[in-house]
């Protein structure tokens, strides 16, 4: 996918002016975010959960070669073949050549944010070879040519309305206002889609490394019936995504559905390991993985590493202030809210991304609901900082700031020009906002009005009002 | 081997990336240990039904005599018409079977159902375990076994040994941690989806109801 995450403010203006968008979301953050707080508060042994993920997380990364070695040892050990690309180029090929020789003309895809970072089905498209999401979310934004909005609720900026009109015109469905029918037309088209289809793609929730299996977790079940069903199963997943060993799954599987949607368990796991064995009923002949680097080597070097723990919940994107102002279009890639503010300049380069670091108050909420425990908000200030060395401030930003800095150091000054500040306002807004800042300030109004200077500054109404009562 | 190649340059990167001279790096630290329980030690099999009934399952117990008509009644409120078992699941043969009076009912085969059957279908299994922490069901491809009836089916019947339910996901997974098969399927609820305006919506692509036969 072409990240455009330099153009978040663009972006985000036009989310922010977005009516449906604006009742979804708000809609949909508020509700993660109700039931992920009242599976947490009904599992008391979530906090402990956490902080033995995030050390088994901790502790395979500071090993991933170790880890992931023995993943690829036991997969191919029990019939798969595993694959590795170094960027996004090599593995579009990569995916390309195995669909190519296994004879597939249909794929059908479950989920996978991986698959969206190399434009996985593009590179089928362009072999000749249909791909079809099954994630009813994700089968809605195929149709209507989008991209997702949300890691797990991706079509939450879509109405029924849309979706109705989208099947009446891609699939020939007669209109209805109902959910459950579209429901039941998604599902009809799909199952014939999951029973012609020659292979299966899936992301991986997790990589198994002292049995080879992937993982996948859904609800709605398109994940399984792509992986029992067609002749040829791939999975693509980023390296980050291996675990020691099957006694590690519970840890993380009692931490991944409720800091994603609130439930004790989705209504399906899949640990799916090697090919299908002599005298299975089915399951596929032929297992392909995929395993994309895709710049996490380069993160895995540095002082990010922690990034890679991330499981993938959305948790942190529910929490934010500035997700679920501007839902995950914005932020121009694959990956949105606190995880992709972090995530995207780290995989696409900080030039390419630069405004996304700044698109958070640092109010902490990420850090707090990260099951992994990532420090998001540290992770944030520390890119800012990174920006700066790079260059990718204005030098006006940078002198404000310092001169900002200079000014709240020394009383005195601040006084003073307090009290200046607050005559020239009553002169000349009445206390009323700044729409427009002259030149070289205007640059900081083009997107925000500038608040008026109190005629009194709140450090002098502290002493008076103490001083009346005490 | 482009692959090979391309596996090997992956490793030097990582090597390089954790500070490692010479080739791949020590064992791994040592496991940690499980997770504790969430519940009581007590009341398994009670604390089975209310997970899985809480996310919208249906656990039946009793004898034969209480279980049937209260199962073909669900059933037929569910507007199923065609029944399906493995060939070699007896327990389910049995079931499927005994419950034609309270029809009506055919029998059908999974791979009629996989042609496309258009009938409203009820696929019976009997499961590999049970998993009171979270009301799941287990089924597994383990000595053969077909995952079709949990997975084609617009409801889904599971026949669960009373037995076989276990406190935590650890042991389940204990159970095949030797040599897992090709599939292990963790089933706790029906096939449901919110994509659409956040409006829960059940049989999204599997079996819109799941149905529980404690045995």
Redesign the interface.
């Known amino acids: 996918m072409q990240p455009t995450a330099h153009l978040f403010p663009r972006n985000a203006q036009k989310a922010l002016a977005d009516k449906t968008l604006q009742a979804?979301l708000g809609?949909?953050t508020g509700?993660f975010l109700h039931h992920r707080a009242e599976a947490v508060a009904a599992?008391?042994?979530f906090g402990?959960?956490r902080e033995?993920a995030s050390?088994?997380k901790r502790?395979?990364l500071?090993?991933?070669?170790?880890?992931?070695?023995r993943f690829?040892e036991e997969a191919s050990r029990r019939g798969a073949v595993?694959?590795?690309?170094?960027d996004a180029a090599?593995a579009r090929e990569?995916a390309a050549r195995v669909a190519k020789e296994e004879g597939v003309t249909l794929a059908v895809k479950s989920k996978s944010m991986a698959s969206e970072e190399i434009s996985f089905n593009v590179a089928l498209q362009e072999a000749g070879i249909e791909v079809v999401e099954?994630?009813?979310?994700e089968y809605?934004i195929q149709l209507a040519g989008e991209a997702p909005s949300h890691i797990i609720?991706?079509?939450?900026h879509?109405?029924?309305e849309e979706?109705s009109r989208l099947f009446e015109r891609k699939l020939g469905e007669p209109p209805t206002d109902s959910?459950?029918a579209?429901?039941?037309m998604?599902?009809r088209h799909?199952?014939?889609k999951?029973?012609g289809a020659g292979m299966g793609v899936s992301g991986a929730n997790f990589l198994v490394a002292d049995?080879g299996?992937v993982v996948l977790v859904t609800?709605?079940?398109?994940g399984?019936?792509g992986?029992?069903?067609p002749r040829v199963h791939l999975a693509v997943a980023g390296?980050e995504k291996v675990i020691?060993?099957?006694?590690?799954?519970?840890?993380f599987?009692?931490l991944l559905p409720r800091s994603a949607?609130g439930?004790?368990?989705?209504?399906?796991?899949?640990?799916?390991?090697?090919?299908?064995?002599e005298?299975?009923?089915?399951?596929p002949e032929k297992m392909h993985i995929l395993?994309l680097?895709c710049g996490r080597?380069?993160i895995?070097?540095g002082k990010y590493r922690e990034v890679l723990k991330c499981i993938r919940c959305g948790a942190c994107l529910n929490s934010c202030p500035v997700y679920q102002s501007v839902g995950g279009h914005a932020y121009g890639w694959v990956y949105s809210g606190p995880i992709g503010a972090v995530l995207t300049p780290l995989l696409v380069g900080l030039p390419e991304a630069a405004p996304l670091p700044d698109a958070s108050t640092l109010c902490g909420a990420c850090g707090e609901v990260c099951p992994v425990k990532i420090p998001l908000p540290d992770f944030l200030l520390e890119l800012r900082a990174d920006m700066r060395s790079q260059g990718l401030k204005t030098p006006g930003e940078i002198a404000g700031m310092k001169g900002y800095a200079g000014v709240m150091k020394r009383a005195g000054l601040l006084e003073a020009l307090e009290r200046v500040a607050g005559l020239l306002a009553q002169f000349f807004t009445k206390g009323k906002p700044v729409e427009g800042l002259p030149y070289p300030f205007s640059g900081w109004t083009e997107r925000r009005d500038f608040p008026a200077a109190a005629a009194q500054p709140f450090r002098k109404l502290w002493k008076t009002r103490r001083g009346v009562q005490g | 081997m482009r692959d090979v190649d391309e596996r090997e340059m992956l490793f030097r990167r990582l090597s390089a990336a954790l500070g490692r001279h010479g080739s791949p790096g020590g064992t791994p630290s040592s496991p940690a240990g499980p997770t504790p329980p969430p519940g009581k030690e007590s009341g398994r099999i009670s604390r089975f039904a209310e997970a899985l009934t809480a996310v919208g399952g249906v656990v039946l117990s009793g004898t034969p005599e209480e279980a049937l008509p209260v199962l073909g009644e669900a059933l037929r409120a569910e507007g199923v018409s065609a029944l399906f078992f493995p060939q070699d699941d007896a327990g389910a043969r049995e079931v499927a079977e005994a419950l034609i009076p309270f029809g009506p009912f055919t029998l059908t085969t999974g791979e009629e159902v996989r042609g496309g059957n258009p009938a409203s279908t009820a696929g019976f299994r009997t499961a590999d375990a049970g998993i009171a922490e979270t009301g799941t069901v287990v089924e597994s491809s383990n000595r053969g076994g077909t995952l079709l009836p949990g997975l084609l089916s617009d409801v889904h019947v599971a026949l669960l040994p009373s037995h076989s339910v276990v406190e935590r996901m650890d042991e389940a997974f204990a159970l095949y941690a030797e040599d897992p098969p090709r599939n292990i399927s963790l089933i706790s609820g029906p096939s449901k989806t919110a994509d659409i305006e956040q409006t829960l919506t059940v049989g999204a692509h599997g079996p819109r109801k799941i149905i529980v036969l404690l045995v």
């Open positions: 979804a809609r949909a509700r599992f008391p042994g402990e959960a033995r050390e088994i502790q395979t500071a090993q991933l070669d170790h880890h992931l070695g690829i595993v694959h590795v690309a170094r090599q990569i099954s994630d009813l979310g809605i609720a991706p079509a939450v879509k109405t029924r979706i959910i459950p579209l429901v039941a998604a599902r799909l199952r014939a999951f029973l049995t299996s609800n709605e079940g398109n399984r019936m992986t029992v069903l390296i020691p060993r099957m006694s590690d799954l519970p840890t599987l009692r949607s439930q004790p368990l989705s209504s399906y796991v899949s640990v799916l390991t090697g090919t299908r064995r005298g299975d009923a089915e399951g395993l680097d080597s380069a895995l070097e």
